[in-house]
């Protein structure tokens, strides 16, 4: 069966310090990889999707950046971080054969 | 770009009442899905629609992929307090790599 893991469950950064999100998926093979952002009680940003390794499409631009560097690991990055970069930050997965999405549990990023 | 327009927006109920929620577009979508988010966990889908018109059940949730193609309803009838959370639905056109979300509604169910 297909499972997705995405580490760490929480984190507290501080203003200017980088940042590493690692997410893989097992059980599949080629899957399309999203990156979303959610701030409190609202809705998912899309951040990037990936259709395959080295292949990054970016929604919106910020100082965030990810990476696919094998086909079922999918990486956010920053360089710097800013305050508004808090949030709750979701991986998840899809393929042709399940269009709906599996997400992972996320990870709550506050930046202090 | 193609946005869903998602209402309502929140709801507070009291439990064993009927829950409808809708999401339009001016865009055509070939699926609608319904997802559940849980406080602090990631969205869990739902049910997924593939048909114009097509009409899903999943227990007590009923969700319609409108004949214009450009609609979608989530019907929970019964609601328990487990039915607490976000819901979301989403639109996809086939090969185009990513859905397009609602900004959800917010469920509260009273005992």
């Known amino acids: 069966s297909q499972t997705i893991h995405q580490w760490p469950a929480t984190l507290v950064q501080p203003v200017g310090s980088p940042l590493s999100l690692e997410c893989t998926v097992e059980?599949?093979?080629?899957?399309?990889l999203y990156w979303y952002r959610q701030a409190a009680g609202r809705g998912l940003q899309l951040l990037f999707y990936?259709?395959?390794?080295?292949?990054i499409s970016s929604e919106v631009p910020q100082n965030l950046s990810a990476s696919r560097p094998q086909d079922r690991q999918f990486i956010l990055s920053s360089k710097k971080l800013l305050l508004s970069d808090s949030g709750f930050y979701l991986c998840?997965?899809?393929?042709?054969?399940?269009?709906?999405?599996?997400f992972g549990s996320g990870t709550r990023l506050t930046v202090v | 770009g193609q946005q869903l327009n998602q209402s309502p927006q929140s709801m507070f109920i009291q439990e064993g009442e009927d829950v409808s929620m809708n999401c339009t577009s001016s865009?055509?979508?070939?699926?609608w899905l319904w997802y559940k988010q849980d406080p602090g966990e990631g969205p869990v889908l739902l049910i997924a629609?593939?048909?114009?018109?097509e009409l899903t059940s999943n227990g007590r949730l009923t969700a319609q992929f409108g004949i214009t193609r450009k609609d979608s309803f989530l019907n929970i009838s019964a609601s328990i307090p487990s039915d607490v959370g976000i819901y979301f639905c989403?639109?996809?056109?086939?090969?185009?790599?990513?859905?397009?979300f609602g900004d959800g509604t917010t469920l509260t169910v009273k005992p």
């Open positions: 865009s055509i979508f070939n699926t």
């Open positions: 990936s259709v395959g390794i080295g292949q």
């Open positions: 059980g599949t093979s080629n899957p399309n």
């Open positions: 989403a639109g996809l056109i086939t090969n185009a790599g990513k859905s397009t």
């Open positions: 998840a997965w899809s393929n042709l054969a399940n269009y709906g999405y599996t």
């Open positions: 629609l593939y048909k114009a018109g």
